[in-house]
């Protein structure tokens, strides 16, 4: 869905620029090399392929990034976090979809995870990465952090070729970006946790940039809220969940539908939102503020406002 550009246009307010939080453990992600090479086109199925992980200290996952690209596909990339039983991924604890971005080719890019998880210091746990073909294998040629790597053939996972140089970076908090700040938090249903996030930062005539989300219950009514005041208090959607938050006033809501599909879907995966915000190549925005949050409907809520919502964006122009 094509937001206009006009949208960007009003009552931008000035705020203090900031960088991205650091993650809490990261392998080879100092540099920008990566390996030259790309996924094959599976005809039947997308690709699964995964990378053991021992976490050398306790931490939460919230989100994850891999250094990668696309250049053929317009789809989606997922990233999860597998548990371990003999050393292959045995169940899925939590993941995300993003929306793929072919410009620039290759960059930190990846999803929050629809469930925070607790990763236990010595554990073997499993990152994987499905996408649709043709994928920037996220490895750096000569890295210094070797995982062991498994794939799945006809649905069932076998061991890779070898270790592999993961180029990789797990935060303990919601993604953000340079100039782009995390709000509030967001509420939970069933399946987990509907959240919002940027893989790029908010500049001046990105045309690129976009409004992602992932997590959401499959095929509904899902919106995205624009608001200009950065101070809004986040207050309890009336008539919800008393744990569902308002985070932004609301100048701008647009619809679109969560996904249904997997990551080749054209639209969307399931329970993805995406929502496309170029941002035009006008100085005069440059320091203006516009805060953002998604909401969907969910048929599952006891509560007379049937709905979730994310946590809240304040994306500072520039």
């Keep these: 869905m094509k937001t206009p550009l006009t949208l960007l246009s009003f009552a931008l307010l000035l705020a203090s620029a900031r960088a991205q939080t650091p993650p809490c453990d990261a392998m080879n992600d100092v540099s920008t090399s990566v390996s030259s090479a790309i996924y094959s086109l599976n005809s039947a199925s997308p690709n699964y392929n995964a990378w053991q992980y021992i976490p050398s200290a306790n931490l939460t996952a919230q989100a994850i990034q891999l250094f990668t690209?696309?250049?053929?596909?317009?789809?989606?990339?997922?990233?999860?976090?597998?548990?371990?039983?003999?050393?292959?991924?045995?169940?899925?604890?939590?993941?995300?979809?993003?929306?793929?971005?072919?410009?620039?080719?290759?960059?930190?890019?990846?999803?929050?995870?629809?469930?925070?998880?607790?990763?236990?210091?010595?554990?073997?746990?499993?990152?994987?990465?499905?996408?649709?073909?043709?994928?920037?294998?996220?490895?750096?040629?000569?890295?210094?952090?070797?995982l062991p790597t498994a794939r799945q053939s006809g649905g069932v996972w076998v061991a890779g070729s070898g270790p592999q140089a993961l180029k990789c970076r797990i935060f303990c908090n919601l993604l953000?970006?340079?100039?782009?700040?995390?709000?509030?938090?967001?509420?939970?249903?069933?399946?987990?946790?509907?959240?919002?996030?940027?893989?790029?930062?908010?500049?001046?005539?990105?045309?690129?940039?976009?409004?992602?989300?992932?997590?959401?219950?499959?095929?509904?009514?899902?919106?995205?809220?624009?608001?200009?005041?950065?101070?809004?208090?986040?207050?309890?959607?009336?008539?919800?969940?008393?744990?569902?938050?308002?985070?932004?006033?609301?100048?701008?809501?647009?619809?679109?539908?969560?996904?249904?599909?997997?990551?080749?879907?054209?639209?969307?995966?399931?329970?993805?939102?995406?929502?496309?915000?170029p941002i035009p190549a006008q100085p005069s925005l440059a320091g203006g503020v516009l805060s953002v949050q998604l909401a969907a409907a969910w048929s599952g809520s006891s509560y007379p406002v049937q709905a979730v919502s994310s946590n809240g964006l304040l994306l500072t122009l520039y």
């Design 69 to 146: 690209g696309n250049n053929y596909f317009k789809q989606s990339l997922a990233l999860e976090i597998w548990s371990d039983v003999a050393g292959l991924p045995a169940t899925r604890l939590a993941g995300g979809f993003w929306k793929i971005t072919q410009t620039p080719a290759k960059e930190w890019q990846g999803t929050n995870l629809d469930k925070a998880v607790s990763l236990a210091q010595g554990t073997k746990y499993w990152i994987v990465l499905i996408d649709p073909g043709w994928t920037v294998v996220p490895i750096e040629p000569g890295g210094t952090t070797m």
């Design 176 to 277: 953000d970006q340079k100039n782009v700040a995390v709000k509030g938090k967001a509420c939970s249903w069933s399946g987990g946790l509907g959240t919002l996030f940027v893989n790029q930062a908010p500049t001046i005539g990105n045309v690129e940039f976009k409004l992602e989300g992932s997590g959401y219950p499959v095929g509904t009514s899902t919106f995205a809220i624009l608001g200009a005041n950065p101070s809004w208090p986040s207050i309890p959607i009336p008539g919800g969940d008393p744990l569902c938050f308002l985070h932004t006033d609301i100048l701008v809501s647009l619809n679109t539908t969560s996904g249904t599909g997997n990551v080749r879907d054209p639209a969307a995966a399931t329970g993805q939102v995406v929502f496309a915000l």
